[in-house]
């Protein structure tokens, strides 16, 4: 049997105290002391478990190594299965990450519902909600299979020992903040207890061969559980987004030990729980007014998917010396650099304007694919121009206002053609490209596209607009 004592480490410098401290005396620094479980594990037996854990040391020719060896359990939506780079590996341990209400807990509960009815026994343990509570939201949502096993248990050492002796095929720990080690003094959600509550769970995962999801929730900073040492612990690492009371949320990999991370999972809100979007242009696009100005659509890349968006913009008069710049699902910094360009290469003065971009849906896009969406939006509701509904604009736009070149242009050509567009502005391009059915407009800098899209710039009307 390992024994084990607990030891304040700090996490700047690394040094070891007794007891908890609000400096450390080793660094001087100030909170960076976290409770750690020092265990006296054998040499041997610490051995035994990275054999295990990697399939022994010695060194094997490449050539001779089996690929492809991961096997995946299914899960539930194919949309879950994508970002996790095609099921749930065996052993894993996932983190899946969001803010509070944003849907994890209503996720979990129907891919282990899926689970217990296609593949095997699974495991909820539910630190957060009593029994009852989760029964009336199995309810609300109609599940009742027969393989889903719910505990309420906090104690994590108990909460294992539920593991280790039903040994189900799939585990949930909701959520990580919520369970505790008795073993450590300070409180359950704090740094120490997350850290060895998660290197716990990792252990179990990888002897028994099962996979264990845990919940994590995010700080308003945007971090599970302050820093980012769970990420470091777990194999995969899922943030579940969306705007709060917007019914879309968007699964996406940070990390992923078995996959890409630059999937993504989309998802609706409903009644009965989420429901997966397979088609998520057709639906960003469903509400899309394109008779008004201020309307322009991007095709996003988001991992293998080309994705529609619409991006709107508005520019209204202000007298303020610090005009807004409000941002929704866009890059505040990127948006200023657009700014600028529009304003000294475009001819597009915004000093005098309050400018909001809102990327409807409340999608993220984080690709500077986007820039001549997002400036051409700006634009149009600026010059109170419209852009055709058929049209949709991809580049990336340099200091200079030259439209650089952007990944996959024709994939992403192809996705908008077969959602009915029939007209594009794009960067210059090394070789041709052809998409049927889509005529296509290659600008060398913001000004040609803004021209393409909008046309020519109406004569102002007042001195007051003249820069
Ligand atoms: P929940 O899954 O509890 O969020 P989290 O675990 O991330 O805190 O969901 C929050 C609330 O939203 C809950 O009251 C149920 C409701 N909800 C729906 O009504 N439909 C849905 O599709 C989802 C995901 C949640
Ligand atoms: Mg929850």
């Given at each position: 049997m390992a024994k084990s004592r607990t030891v304040f480490v700090c996490q700047q410098c690394g040094a070891q105290q007794a007891r908890e401290m609000g400096r450390c005396p080793n660094c001087g620094s100030w909170g960076s002391l976290v409770e750690h479980i020092e265990r006296k594990e054998s040499t041997q037996s610490a051995a035994r478990r990275t054999a295990v854990l990697t399939g022994g040391g010695a060194p094997q020719p490449?050539?001779?190594?089996?690929?492809?060896?991961?096997?995946?359990?299914?899960?539930?939506?194919?949309?879950?299965?994508?970002?996790?780079?095609?099921?749930?590996?065996?052993?894993?341990?996932?983190?899946?990450?969001?803010?509070?209400?944003?849907?994890?807990?209503?996720?979990?509960?129907?891919?282990?519902?899926?689970?217990?009815?296609?593949?095997?026994?699974?495991?909820?343990?539910?630190?957060?909600?009593?029994?009852?509570?989760?029964?009336?939201?199995a309810d609300r949502m109609g599940l009742n299979p027969e393989r889903l096993w719910i505990s309420s248990e906090t104690n994590l050492e108990t909460a294992i020992g539920h593991i280790d002796a039903q040994r189900p095929g799939l585990v949930i720990v909701d959520s990580i903040q919520t369970v505790y080690l008795e073993e450590l003094t300070s409180a359950a959600g704090s740094v120490g207890q997350v850290r060895e509550g998660a290197l716990r769970l990792l252990r179990i995962a990888k002897d028994l061969g099962i996979p264990i999801i845990i919940v994590g929730h995010v700080t308003k900073e945007g971090a599970i559980a302050g820093p980012r040492m769970l990420e470091h612990i777990v194999d995969v690492v899922l943030y579940l987004e969306g705007e709060r009371f917007h019914q879309y949320r968007i699964l996406r990999g940070v990390k992923n030990r078995f996959g890409s991370t630059d999937e993504v999972g989309i998802f609706e809100m409903t009644s009965d729980g989420l429901q997966e979007i397979t088609n998520p242009s057709q639906v960003f696009l469903a509400e899309r007014s394109a008779n008004t100005p201020g309307s322009a659509v991007a095709v996003t890349l988001e991992g293998t998917r080309p994705i529609l968006v619409e991006i709107q913009g508005l520019t209204s008069n202000t007298a303020n010396p610090q005009p807004r710049r409000t941002v929704n699902g866009f890059d505040q910094n990127r948006l200023q650099m657009i700014l600028a360009v529009l304003g000294k290469r475009v001819g597009v003065p915004l000093f005098n304007q309050d400018v909001y971009v809102n990327i409807v849906g409340g999608m993220k896009i984080g690709e500077p694919a986007a820039d001549l969406a997002v400036a051409t939006a700006i634009a149009s509701s600026f010059r109170n121009q419209r852009v055709e509904s058929d049209m949709v604009l991809v580049g990336e736009i340099g200091l200079s206002g030259e439209l650089r070149g952007v990944t996959q242009l024709e994939r992403r050509l192809g996705e908008a053609a077969k959602l009915g567009f029939r007209r594009a502005v794009c960067p210059p391009t090394q070789t041709p490209i052809r998409v049927d059915g889509m005529q296509i407009t290659h600008a060398r800098s913001l000004f040609e596209a803004i021209d393409a899209a909008l046309g020519p710039a109406p004569r102002r009307k007042t001195r007051d607009d003249e820069d």
């Open positions: 490449l050539n001779a190594i089996p690929s492809g060896g991961v096997s995946r359990l299914p899960v539930r939506f194919q949309e879950f299965a994508r970002v996790l780079g095609g099921g749930l590996v065996p052993g894993s341990l996932v983190l899946i990450g969001g803010e509070p209400g944003i849907g994890k807990s209503s996720l979990l509960l129907q891919s282990a519902a899926h689970f217990a009815e296609h593949v095997g026994e699974a495991l909820y343990i539910s630190a957060e909600e009593s029994a009852q509570q989760i029964k009336l939201r």
